[in-house]
């Protein structure tokens, strides 16, 4: 059961990082990787 606790805290993190990515592409990502650019 802990092993689901934290499948389940690391999947919302990475959701909500790529919420983030897609919410701001046209900004950097203040983490250091270089955004792209959907053309």
């Known amino acids: 059961m802990a092993y689901e606790g934290a499948y389940i805290s690391l999947y ?3 959701l909500r990082l790529i919420l983030n990515l897609l919410a701001c592409p046209c900004q950097e990502v203040p983490l250091g990787i270089p955004s ?3 053309t």
């Open 12 to 14: 919302r993190e990475t």
């Open 36 to 38: 792209f650019s959907p």
